[in-house]
């Protein structure tokens, strides 16, 4: 019984330090305005700042039912993309960017129009780092470096 205690407590103390301290920076994140009920998609620059690689495994947003990790690529000269279940890696010490023609958030089955000049938040859930959730910015063309 006390083993078990101790674990429960340990747990419980361990998420704070951990979003506290997050290895992973996420920043530039934007989308292009896109109508309710279709598809956007998600872009920004992952840093990792930790010792270790790392893996974007998941995403989730409210304005969208549902998101997934693809990667865009041009084959037989022709455009497509892929889901990508297994995630994105983000190297240690490395920036990684989800940028139009390449890695990107799928935003399925929008719940809301995203309009330019909108914020939506989403949540990027890393294999070590944990949930790091950012606001994303609507614009037509990508951030100036
Ligand atoms: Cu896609």
């Known amino acids: ?11 419980l103390l361990a998420a704070p330090v951990l ?7 996420v920043s530039q994140a934007w989308s292009r ?19 270790a690689a790392d ?10 039912a549902r998101i997934e990790i693809h ?3 041009v084959m037989g000269g022709q ?4 889901a990508r279940p297994g995630g994105l890696a983000v190297p240690a010490g490395a920036t990684v960017a989800l940028k139009p023609g390449g890695w990107h958030m799928m935003l399925m089955g929008l719940k809301q129009p995203l309009k330019a000049g909108d914020h939506y938040p989403a949540t990027l859930t890393f294999k070590k ?17």
């Open 1 to 11: 019984m006390k083993p078990f205690v101790l674990a429960a407590a340990l747990t």
């Open 19 to 25: 979003a506290a301290s997050s290895t992973v920076e």
């Open 33 to 51: 305005p896109a109508p309710q009920g279709g598809n956007g998609a998600g872009y920004a620059l992952i840093t990792n700042t930790g010792p």
């Open 55 to 64: 893996t974007l495994i998941a995403v989730s947003s409210p304005v969208a």
């Open 71 to 73: 990667e865009s690529m």
């Open 79 to 82: 455009a497509m993309m892929h």
């Open 129 to 145: 780092a944990g949930k790091v959730t950012v606001q994303f910015s609507v614009q037509a063309t990508a951030p100036a470096n």
